[in-house]
């Protein structure tokens, strides 16, 4: 029992604790001896000496269709107007309205205080599909938020993969119970912005291989374990299958359908369905990375295409405008874990800029006030 006595668990303590220190020393030594540096902290600057064009404001307003304001029921709408109006954004979408209580307060506040600059997307909770009133419900949901204002719904990625229903089963994306509140959609003249599966490297294994490494460390709870999860294909198609039995609701296929490493692969994809569109928040680092092929994409599908941002961070759009204006070359994008890589340029022309920015939204969303926008 001596062993166990005060004094020594402290000498036990501070042996272990000078030890850890002796060890961190070494370590840190070694490291400086051998140049030995992490992936993460690895920052180097440039030494290259090319046109740089830092834009700061966008060439044309525009219309950011994949924003989330959580905090929009309580939120002082007029700072984020004013960092809008420095933008030249002349509209977002709040794409997490979701419903009820909630969805009231985020209309309300957008009517008192910014009526033409800001609307909603309402959402709706899959996981109660079992209920005998599931349809009933949440078609009321859906006309009574067109009724009250808001502009179309936003489907999260739980569906398909983390949705389940009272038996524990999971939820497919093309669950056939689910077919009557696409079609609803399609009548209310709702566009359907889904967000279906995760980066395809998210299901690989988390090895040097993998470009998604860092994001993968960084956070964990983004891996996708096969034995876990339905793998990425299953998912994408269950969605697919969806745009093909729905032919008259329009569908904005969200991050590039994940898709925007493969753009042979996204062409088709839309060319396949009318009725689909995409938009191109967080995924600027795809399409960043292979200038001549992302150009020539956003010609051949300048009318399907929409700008969208995801998260809010007001400087970030800088690097969207510079990608999508310039054709600057070689220049960092603002997130390392999504982009280890360098951007360059599209220098889209005017004609095309004009359409990601405002043009085709507008078309699909006509409730927004078109003298926001001078062609």
């Excluded at 740089?52 to 905090?71: G, L, T, V």
């Excluded at 200038?291 to 800088?318: M, S």
């Amino acid at each position: 029992m001596r062993f166990f006595s005060i004094k020594n668990f402290f000498k036990i303590f501070l042996f272990v604790s000078i030890l850890g220190s002796l060890c961190y020393f070494v370590i840190v030594r070694l490291h400086y001896a051998y140049d030995i540096i992490s992936f993460e902290d690895y920052n180097p600057k440039s030494t290259l000496v090319v046109s740089s064009n830092e834009i700061k404001r966008a060439k044309y307003p525009f219309i950011d269709i994949h924003n989330h304001q959580f905090d929009m029921p309580v939120k002082d709408l007029s700072d984020l107007v004013s960092e809008m109006d420095s933008l030249n954004m002349a509209f977002m979408v709040n794409l997490s309205g979701f419903r009820g209580q909630y969805l009231k307060m985020c209309l309300d506040n957008i009517k008192k205080n910014a009526p033409e600059r800001l609307g909603v997307f309402v959402n709706l909770n899959w996981e109660n599909i079992d209920s005998d009133t599931f349809l009933e419900n949440n078609i009321k949901i859906l006309r009574d938020a067109k009724k009250d204002g808001a502009i179309g719904l936003k489907v999260y990625k739980s569906l398909g993969l983390t949705d389940k229903d009272s038996n524990g089963n999971r939820i497919a994306v093309n669950d056939p119970r689910i077919d009557p509140i696409w079609e609803e959609c399609g009548k209310l003249g709702f566009p359907v912005l889904i967000h279906s599966a995760d980066p395809a490297s998210f299901w690989k294994p988390k090895d040097k291989n993998n470009e998604r490494w860092l994001e993968l460390k960084q956070k964990p709870n983004r891996y996708r374990n096969p034995e876990l999860f339905p793998s990425f294909e299953s998912i994408i198609a269950e969605q697919h299958n969806v745009f093909e039995k729905h032919p008259k609701t329009i569908f904005i296929n969200a991050h590039l359908g994940w898709m925007g490493n493969d753009l042979d692969r996204l062409s088709s994809h839309l060319d396949k369905y009318p009725n689909v569109v995409t938009e191109i928040g967080a995924v600027l680092a795809e399409l960043g990375r292979q200038p001549k092929r992302a150009r020539k994409f956003f010609i051949d599908h300048q009318d399907k295409i929409l700008f969208g941002k995801d998260a809010y961070n007001q400087q970030e759009y800088y690097t969207y405008f510079r990608v999508l204006e310039t054709e600057d070359e070689y220049f960092d994008y603002y997130r390392k874990r999504h982009a280890f890589w360098k951007m360059y340029g599209l220098g889209l022309p005017d004609s095309i800029l004009k359409k990601v920015y405002y043009k085709n939204a507008l078309r699909i969303l006509p409730s927004i006030n078109k003298s926001l926008f001078k062609s």
